[in-house]
Nanobody
Framework: QVQLVESGGGLVQAGGSLRLACSASGGTFSSYNMGWFCQAPGKERELVAAVSRTGRSTYYANSVKNRFTISKDNAKNTVFLLMNSLKPEDTAVYYC???????????????????WGQGTQVTVSS
């Protein structure tokens, strides 16, 4: 059974940085595409960034382009999200998700993703 565990969240001042990590177990990590979603209070969960199974292709939401970097380390079964120049509006619970789809490596719909982590809170103070 696949399990995803996020870490690295916390409280940071605006302009600061955080690096989130999501460790996977119970599956063949290199076979899966990965995504990071965020969900702010009262809002829907939305895709922030995604990476293909090989790590060669990446997607970013417009709101985080040039600030966030997603990377995938298949040797360590871990996907990272480096978050720079953080803004108060980045405050949310961040979830990693895993997809076995072969026709695409990302989708903004949660339905594409097979497994989810429990989430890690990121709070950016102004």
């Amino acid at each position: 059974q696949v399990q995803l565990v996020e870490s690295g969240g916390g409280l940071v001042q605006a302009g600061g940085s955080l690096r989130l990590a999501c460790s996977a177990s119970g599956g063949t990590f290199s076979s899966y595409n990965m995504g990071w979603f965020c969900q702010a209070p009262g809002k829907e969960r939305e895709l922030v960034a995604a990476v293909s199974r090989t790590g060669r292709s990446t997607y970013y939401a417009n709101s985080v382009k040039n600030r966030f970097t997603i990377s995938k380390d298949n040797a360590k079964n871990t996907v990272f999200l480096l978050m720079n120049s953080l803004k108060p509006e980045d405050t949310a619970v961040y979830y990693c998700a895993m997809s076995s789809r072969t026709d695409r490596y990302y989708d903004t719909s949660m339905l594409m993703y097979d497994y989810w982590g429990q989430g890690t809170q990121v709070t950016v103070s102004s």
